[in-house]
């Protein structure tokens, strides 16, 4: 790099996961911003000035945190690592955020108060960090900051809508698919449903030794010395036994969830109550109530009452 040149740092983000796995999308835009920086040979870029985000959404402000690629560029910038003067290249300003106007301007005035220029690919303009009364690039930030957060909330809008109907659908019994089934059960080739598999024995056996007085350890410990394992073939951990003896999917219950953020964080929180026989039961009520029982009164279980067995057989019924 000569005296008189300066740093560009190439930024590229894909939320979406097809395109984060074959790299076109990533691939495109470092292509568009090094043909950009053509026109502007007083930048200098190498491999470890281009920063990518795989997968990662900016509607949540995900690549924003310190894990992120974008986040550890704004924590170099603000550390003064990164010099004054360099230039970031992103395709628009939707790259960068998708938080909105006023939270992406935010963003876009952090940068230029470090002395960082913003090269926008798709406009083909540069917004200079101390250039106060730049019309022409306020506005273009503006806008596509403005329609970068409408798309994505236009798609998240869409995304809960058909959730809620296929929620609604496992309610009725006309769809008898969910992302992830219990490890014990397969789902069927045409989504009809599920078939419980060999590891449901094993399960079957968790139970079984809880009910003769075994804790979760002695029981990981049996069924090592009996040779069992988990779905994928290694070795089951007390943790999971404890985990197994806990869950009502062997009750044949799928509880739905909607997915939130809360403090940046995604949280999985119940939509109504649970779908009863959804799933192939594998343990009767009886049986996994009187575990329930044994593992409250055992030191440092939860303590719940589990007095009625038939207490999940009535529900009130909900719109989730």
Known sequence: MTPESKKAYLYSRVSNTIQSTDGHGIERQIEAARKFLEAYPEYEVDDSTVINDHGISAYSGANITDSAGLGGFLTAVREGTIPRG??????????????????????????AEHGIDVGLVRFGVIVKHDTDNDFTSSLIVSIGLYLGHLESKQKSERICATMSKRRNLMRKGDLKVTPHCPKWLTPKPDNSGFDVNSFADVVRLMFEYRLKGLGSHKIADRLQEEGHRDHEGKTITFQ???????????????QPHTITKVNGKRQNIPSGGPILDFYPRIIDDASFYEVQKLLDTSKGGRREEFKNVLRDLVVCHTSG
Not at 240 to 254: E, I, M
């Open 240 to 254: 999971r036994v404890t985990h197994y003896l806990r869950v009502k999917t062997v009750l044949g219950q799928y």
């Open 86 to 111: 360099s230039l970031l290249v992103i395709e628009a300003p939707d790259r960068l955020t998708r938080l909105g106007i006023r939270k992406g301007q935010r963003l876009f005035d952090e940068l």
